[in-house]
């Protein structure tokens, strides 16, 4: 079991969890993920780790409750346990000092696992330039947080109720031409499919190397499954075990739009059955 010290809510359905996890805490470098189940017969679900405290042994989960098993964990506070937790899972991030500026985009829910790749590459004494985004303000999350882990912070929304009026993409664009392409050795972007999509098209006329991290249909998460297959370069890679992060240019996305549709219908059916069955059990408290 693995108790849950703390909770918040970054914002509306976000919300974040500090769990104890010393082993977890121990080995997890940035990019990787853990696998959890709520309980014995729950489902499991893949969560990037957005911090950790080695010292403390904790590791700390941000997510978006948006089906069953994200409303149940949202539903939890400090005390509860999850019963099971694995990892840490898939490649980490490949970081070093590169000749360049890097440039790590988050939008929405995907500025959490941007942010312990964003303070891993300026530790490793990069000059960090973070583009985090929403659709409006009361939408960010961990502002302070990817502040503190750039050299700079830049801050859109589509509303134009905070920071840019507009897209992330539309930022993206502006430092690369700020910076000059040739200056700009990386971009990781993490965040909706169609979002990633874009930046991979803002960045494909400028050359700049653009990493993605995957968020596929997830059950087993050791490669044994092969339920996270995404066709990168052509090839067929599975995100759990070669992932989840990966050359952007090279992902279809296409193909990866219509895999996550694939149990769209099970899921509301899910989630209906569960709000009915709380409705009904809170007629009874």
Do not use: W
């Not at 853990?34 to 990037?48: A, C």
């Not at 303070?119 to 302070?144: F, H, P, Q, T």
């Not at 067929?236 to 895999?259: I, N, S």
């Amino acid at each position: 079991m693995f108790e849950i010290l703390e909770k918040k809510i970054l914002s509306p359905a976000v919300h974040q969890l500090v769990l104890r996890a010393p082993e977890i805490a121990r080995k997890h470098k940035a990019g990787n993920f853990v696998m959890l189940r709520i309980d014995e017969k729950g489902e499991r679900i893949p969560l990037t780790v957005a911090d950790k405290d080695s010292g403390a042994g904790t590791i700390t989960l941000v997510f978006q409750s948006v089906g069953k098993t994200t409303t149940q964990l949202g539903e939890l506070v400090a005390g509860d346990a999850i019963l099971d937790l694995a990892g840490p899972m898939g490649r980490p991030t490949h970081i070093e000092r590169f000749a360049g500026v890097t440039v790590c985009v988050g939008g929405g829910i995907g500025v959490a696992p941007v942010h312990p790749i964003a303070r891993a590459l300026r530790d490793a004494g990069n000059r960090v330039v973070s583009i985090i985004g929403a659709r409006a303000k009361e939408l960010l999350i961990l502002e302070e947080e990817m502040g503190r882990a750039s050299d700079e912070l830049l801050v859109a929304t589509d509303d134009g109720s905070y920071g840019h009026h507009g897209f992330v993409t539309d930022v993206l664009k502006r430092v690369i031409e700020r910076e000059g392409r040739e200056n700009v050795s990386l971009v990781v972007a993490i965040g909706p499919v169609p979002m990633m999509r874009a930046l991979c098209k803002t960045t494909e006329p400028y050359e700049v190397k653009t990493m993605v991290s995957l968020n596929p249909i997830m059950v087993d998460a050791t490669g044994m499954c092969g339920a996270c297959r995404v066709t990168v370069g052509g090839e067929t890679k599975f995100a759990c075990v070669d992932g989840p992060e990966f050359d952007g240019h090279q992902v279809d996305f296409d193909e990866l739009t219509q895999r996550l549709r694939g149990y769209l219908e099970d899921e509301k059916r899910s989630m209906q059955i569960y709000s009915e069955h709380r409705g009904a059990h809170s007629c009874y408290t």
